[in-house]
């Protein structure tokens, strides 16, 4: 298609690429060629296992000829219409969408880019919504990059870029088990109890902060890059019951444990809790083209019914990126693949509990469907990370270079490592990965104390 030898791309990119979250001299990228299934090659015919769907985002799979084929007929049809037109698909697509919400309740539909600008979508309704300002959201979480959806972020992404964030946000702790700052003299406590803290530990803060000026609670339904944190049960009911009981607006952000990585359409639904708002992404196109989506209720659009929604975006409901979110729903029904990741998550559950027992680095192991990760940790008693806070040790490093070396592309986050796969991989597949990990934390054990 265009002409540029492979081992040229290298030294371009070096050249005049401009990298996201990276200094720029250390920028070390795979030149990526192709993808099919679980894996992709880079220019050299070396081939990844793919065990985080690129940017956790790839759910259905690389290469899929059904989402491929019908943005090809988009683009031919009509590539862009403007965003006060309406289009087959724009119908289409946010019928997709309503239809998969917890009992199809959220009718409406905004379309954005991404999962950063959904966000920031979700906090402006709410705010209109409720005539009110503040949005609380927790410590360990990441809403996006742009100022208010880095605000809304509660992890060190946003700690970089303050004060020049938008105002209004106010952080809460996560109900998150293994380092419970309420709990480490009394670890045992039931789910219901430690739940029960969390939500007590809310509501006071909604207190401090006045019910009256909270416009919204913005939370993931399972944390994503902050550790995989599975809310107890009870505590996104009693989330629920805390919105209701002071008119604040509950906005799950399902960027990243939608579309079936949890073996739900959304992880909210293990809950059966339904919230007034729903942010998407990534998965929603399973990233074959750049998408996002804010779904809410009727009577949060109806705010809007007289009186304009002041907000807009060149490229919202872009029909080819909207062509690829319709024949990935699609595509996702026709192979019962949220079925599929739901029995897959047992043995991913499996493989990291043994991987766990065997190796004295691992701390804890958490999974729901297939989102999962492994926290390591320099000691068992202690729990001392095997990397600092917001930072990477020379062992994280390592680690992440042998599975690299040997052909398994993951995330490692600070002390932990992600697993999150295309929702198609086989067990086999996971084996294969497995067997590499296995083999680095054989490395790992040796710098346990
Ligand atoms: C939970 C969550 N929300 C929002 C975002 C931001 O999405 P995007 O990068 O598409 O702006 C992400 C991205 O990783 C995410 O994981």
Redesign the pocket.
């Known amino acids: 298609m265009f002409d540029l030898p492979d081992d040229e791309i290298l030294p371009l990119s070096k050249e005049h690429v401009f990298y996201t979250w990276s200094a720029q001299a250390k920028v070390n990228p795979i030149a990526v060629q192709r993808a099919k299934g679980v894996y992709f090659w880079d220019v050299e015919n070396k081939r990844y296992l793919d065990f985080n769907s690129m940017?956790?985002c790839v759910n259905i799979g690389h290469g899929d000829e059904r989402i491929i084929k019908a943005m090809q007929e988009q683009v031919a049809e009509l590539p862009y219409a403007a965003p006060g037109m309406t289009t087959k698909v724009r119908a289409l697509a946010s019928k997709a969408v309503a239809d998969i919400t917890p009992h199809q309740a959220l009718t409406r539909v905004l379309f954005t880019?991404?999962?950063?600008?959904?966000?920031e979508n979700a906090m402006k309704l709410a705010r209109g919504y409720t005539g009110r300002h503040k949005i609380l959201t927790r410590y360990r979480?990441?809403?996006?990059?742009?100022a208010g959806?880095m605000a809304a972020t509660g992890d060190p992404r946003r700690v970089v870029w303050e004060p020049n964030l938008m105002p209004g946000i106010v952080h809460f702790l996560d109900p998150y088990r293994y380092r419970s700052t309420f709990h480490r003299t009394n670890p045992d406590i039931s789910e219901q109890e430690f739940a029960q803290d969390y939500l007590n530990h809310l509501e006071e803060i909604i207190h401090y902060e006045g019910p009256e000026t909270i416009a919204a609670i913005l939370m993931?339904s399972v944390t994503?890059?902050n550790g995989i944190i599975i809310p107890p049960n009870g505590y996104m009911q009693g989330v629920r019951a805390l919105c209701d009981k002071y008119g604040i607006v509950m906005i799950a952000?399902?960027?990243?444990?939608g579309f079936g990585r949890t073996g739900k359409w959304f992880a909210i639904d293990h809950w059966d809790v339904t919230p007034d708002i729903i942010?998407m992404?990534?998965g929603l196109t399973s990233a074959y083209a750049?998408l996002?989506a804010v779904a809410m209720k009727p009577e949060i659009a109806a705010t809007f019914n007289d009186t304009p929604f002041e907000s807009g975006l060149t490229y919202t409901s872009h029909p080819v990126s909207l062509a690829a979110a319709v024949a990935n729903i699609h595509a996702m029904r026709e192979d019962k693949l949220i079925e599929r990741a739901a029995g897959m998550g047992p043995v991913l559950k499996r493989m990291l509990t043994d991987l766990g027992e065997a190796h004295l680095s691992v701390g804890e192991v958490r999974s729901i469907g297939l989102f999962g990760i492994l926290e390591l940790v320099k000691d068992r008693n202690t729990k001392e990370p095997m990397a600092p806070w917001n930072s990477s040790s020379p062992e994280m490093t390592s680690l992440r270079k042998y599975c690299i070396d040997h052909g398994l592309f993951l995330y490692t986050h600070w002390h932990t490592v992600l697993i999150i796969p295309p929702l198609i991989i086989t067990e086999d597949q996971l084996r294969e990965g497995f067997d590499i990990l296995d083999k680095a934390l054989e490395i790992t054990d040796k710098t346990v104390k």
Do not use: I, Q, R
């Open positions: 940017t956790m880019l991404g999962g950063a600008d959904a966000n979480s990441y809403h996006g990059a742009t959806a993931e994503g890059t952000d399902e960027v990243m444990s942010t992404a990534k750049p996002g």
